[in-house]
Every structure is written in C-alpha cells, then in structure tokens.
C-alpha cells in the first residue's frame, strides 16, 4: 500500500494540507481506540466484553442463576391481595426497608376485574430474610387504620421510593419516589419526597415526566459517578421498551430516550429494574422482566392449571398464553446496554405457582443478607413474584446469588484464558473473587503493553490458586506487590481449569 503522506502528487499546497490534516486525524483516531483503560482500582465485573481483547481455548462467559429460598411474604391482608408486582427493596443502615402494590384481581369468563383500590404497602425487616409489617397508621381501608398502608392515591399503580445519596439532598427529601399518575394536573411520572421514608409528599403539582407509557415500575436514582439523577420508565417501541432521562435537580429531565441494545433488543421488556451496582457503581446492571406470548401451544396446554390458564385467557388470551421471566443486562454509560439473551431468573420446575404472566419480577433493589450455611460469607438477595393472579394471595420468594456473581469467566477442566486489552491501574494487589473445583486452578499474567510477559509476573512465575473466596490476593514468586507497574499500560492474562472468575480489582 503506498503511503498518501508520502505519495509524490501534483496537487495543490492547500489540498496536500487537508489531505495530511485528514490522515493524521485518521491515526489519531486509531492510537486513541488504542489508549489503555485507567480502571484505577475499581472492581470490575466479567459481564461484558469492555475489558476483554480475547478468549481462548474452553473459555466463556457464563450467566449465573439466583436460587430460590425461602418465602419472605405472602401477600394475605385484606389491602393486600396477588397482584403484588412492583417491589422495591433496599438497606437503610441497619433496616431493610420493602414497598409493594396491595391490589388484587379476579377472573371471570367475562375477563377480570379489582376487588379493592391499588395501595401501596411497607414491610421492614433486620436482617433482609424474616420481614414484619407495620401497622403505620396513616390511611383508612374498610373503616381502619391499622394496616401497613404508606401510599393511598396518587401514584399507588407503581410507587418506586429509594434512598437519595445526593450530598445536597435537602434533609425533607432524603428519600424520593416516581410513580405514575393521571390527575387533573396532568398525565404522567410525579416526584415525591419524604424525610423518614414514611410519609410522602408530591414535590411538585405536575408530573415531571410526560413523555412514555409508565404501566410498569418506573425507578430513580442519583449516580453518585456522574453526578445526576437517572431514570428508567416504560414506553412501546415493537412492543415493550424502555426509556430513560437526566436530571441534576429530580424535577427538570432530559427528554427521555430509548435504550440501545447490543446485540439488539431480544425480547420485550416489562420492566428495567435498572441500577448502579453498589460494589462496582461505574457499572449500571438491569434485571428486566421478559414478555412473551406464545400462544395457545401444545406446551401451554400443559404448563401449571390450565383450566384457570383457560378462565384466565377467556377474555383476553393473553392473560392465560402470555409469559414473564427474568433477564439481565449491563451498561457503562446507562443507556447502551449489553442483554443476555437467555433467561437469568427462570420461572423453574413448578406444579402450581409459576409459569404465569406476572410471575417471576424481580424487585428492584439488591441487598447483601447473610448465608444459611454458618461459616459462608454474606450473599446477595433478591426477592421475586410468585402466584400472581392467581385465585389465593401472592408471594414473594427471596433468592440468593454469590456477591458479584451475575456472571463469570469459566473453562472446564482442558482450560481456557483471557487476555484484557492494554489497561492502567493503581495499587498494589491485584485480588480475584473466585472459585474452583478440588482440582480446578486459575493463574494470572501481567504482561506488557504488547503482549509481553513482564518478567516475574508470568504464567509460570504464579503461585496457583484453588479454593473459593470472594478477596484472593495473587502471588507470584517474587511476592504479591504489583505497585512497580501501576500506572503504566499492561494487559492481564486469566488462565483458568475448572473454575470462575467473578470480578477482580487492584488494592493498596
């Protein structure tokens, strides 16, 4: 290929100029795509390819499932009822801290109907697992009180609060809310504030977001990174998708744009369930809920009670043929997103109280509760809908899933590895969450920019790891200080046997 920066032409001095002007942008563009990723000493997660130049040998990214425990509520209070759907949990310091929909639905070969107005309900709990309601005192349902009742009115299709970490919260709105509405003010998403994540308050007489659907749980929440405010709402684009928008002050927004998906949009989307993961806060995961209607098939005729399955389609079928499971999908900039294609939340081998539409929706929000096996470190809990629709209350049943482990860099015994592209650190060990078999093993290269092996730091030079743990420091035979290469460009090189690879970081 002759090079045109050298090339021997008649042209004039100024189109010679814009021509060279045009191919050093040109490389300037390529030695940028190249620039090293500063990953600093924030944990990353194997959940999408950013840091990943090559896989080799038996190596993939494997999708991790929670499992199912115990129940943690069942929905049975006269306010309450099965359609529980929309639930959002987090931690409050010391209190665990869970809203859902008190609303309940009958069916009739006629189609269905409510038995009682959409509520909003509050239950609390200390450790995550065993939750009591409160008997809160603020709304009247069939002449009472006492109830757990925290939203009546406005919003209570889908009221989402969270906790706003925003330094410059103001002390009467450390906790806000979305919810949809439709009022004489308007049609839309409206912000509510509350000091003691009790009593609620509309921080404005106007919905504050117009522009979408809403019938799903709309979320907020302040990114702490970047220094706004962030939500996800529902909206049709081929069917059911996702919106989002910013804002600096939760009462002016962006217009609100529709997500990008790589490799595309595999299903639609009912809900979004979007958040910054409170380990690895650069890195927004999103567990949206799958629908799919397939239709009154030879496997529908089978799937769980199919004479209420049949009541429940006899007005609308989709009520008894349409389905509903749990996705995951990732982002660095919250709004191109990574989708998994298979399911991460399956509705699982259920004689009676699954396989329904409604059931298997994730809340929004994960907490870190402690194992039922004594000496295991904490996990992750999340908590899923269960009996939705049905004829007898709903149920949400907690599940569990490995701190970090959404997904993870796996190989069979043959083995398998991947090299990262050029990135920069800082710190001075590099620690793994990991996880083998008895006689699994994972070792770690750090080579050079080009792909070198820095001289004791090679495969060879590493002391094998085996065991499970969530902080495993890596050694070589030197040691393991890495803080002589902080700062400039390497790679790092996993060579992994029968075992898993959650995350890994750099620490002082």
Known sequence: MVNPMSRSSGCCPSLCLWR????????????????????????????????????????????HHPQPREIALVTDQPWEGNAVNYVTVFRDGTLYRMYYRGANEVYTPDGYHSTHREVYCYAESKDGIQWTRRHLGLFEFNGSKKNNIVRDGLGTHNFTPFRDTNPAAKVDARYKALAYGDSKAGRGLYAFKSADAIHWSLLSDKPVITRGAFDSQNLAFWDAVRGEYREYHRDFRKGRDIRTATSKDFLTWTPPSFLDYTPGRVSELYTNQVLPYYRAPHLFLGFPTRYIDRGWSESAKVLPRPDYRKLRGAKSPREGTALTDGMFMTSRDGKQFHVWSESFLRPGLRLRDNWFYGDNYQNWGLVETKSSIEDAPNEISIYVTERTMQDRPGVLRRHTLRIDGFVSLQAPLAGGELSTKPIRFSGKQLVLNEATSAIGTLRVEIQDEAGKPVAGFALADCAEIYGDALERTVSWKGGSDVSRLAGKPVRLRFEVKDADLYSFHFRD
């Open 20 to 63: 060279t002007l045009l191919v050093l942008a040109f490389l300037s563009g390529v030695a940028s795509a190249a620039d090293p990723i500063d990953i600093g000493s924030r944990r990353e997660l194997l959940v999408d390819d950013h840091l990943i130049d090559r896989l080799t040998g038996k190596a993939e990214l494997r999708l």
